[in-house]
């Protein structure tokens, strides 16, 4: 957790101050948190997840943030297709095993 | 393609005229239009994928604008895992088909 005050992932990245109560604060502060945190505001933008964030169970923003910070990720390194890329090779594999 | 002026599913979820070049025009004439923009501008920003869409080619414009659709649409319906709940559940019939 980032001492307060101390810019973590998020504030680093927006060049903000941290504020008390942060929805970020908790998920940003590895050393990979700038830059999770930049491929999420590109993509997502900081506003619609901060707002997605704030609507879950704090025991659940944590999968939330990481399952978010995947599928952007994807849609910085394949801007067509993002994440359903690995949808797709996901079901050309069963198709394959399957009998 | 939505005649010149008349609104089609952005602008009319949007609530604004449309204007020519609009990167959004060809996507969103369908009937599903104004709904599908709507869960992309909650859950991307019709700023962000804007500029997304227009920094690819336009032939390839069609497919992002679909898995981007799929994306927001799951991530409305399942918050916290989005599409990933979908790779969980590939990789798990991959693991019960693989010998």
């Known amino acids: 957790m980032a001492r307060a005050g101390s810019p973590y992932g998020a504030c680093k990245f927006l060049d903000r101050k941290c504020v008390k109560g942060c929805v970020f604060a908790p998920y ?8 999770h945190f930049a ?10 997840v901060s707002k997605l964030l704030a ?3 704090v025991g659940e923003r944590h999968e939330a ?5 995947y599928e952007a990720q ?3 390194h394949d801007p067509i297709y993002g994440s359903v890329s690995h949808i ?3 079901q ?8």
């Open 28 to 35: 940003f502060c590895h050393e990979q948190g700038p830059a």
């Open 39 to 48: 491929a999420i505001h590109k993509v997502f933008g900081a506003s619609n």
């Open 55 to 57: 609507n879950l169970p």
């Open 65 to 69: 943030v990481v399952t978010i910070s």
């Open 74 to 76: 994807a849609r910085l």
């Open 88 to 90: 797709f090779s996901l």
């Open 92 to 99: 050309q594999q069963i198709r394959l095993l399957s009998p």
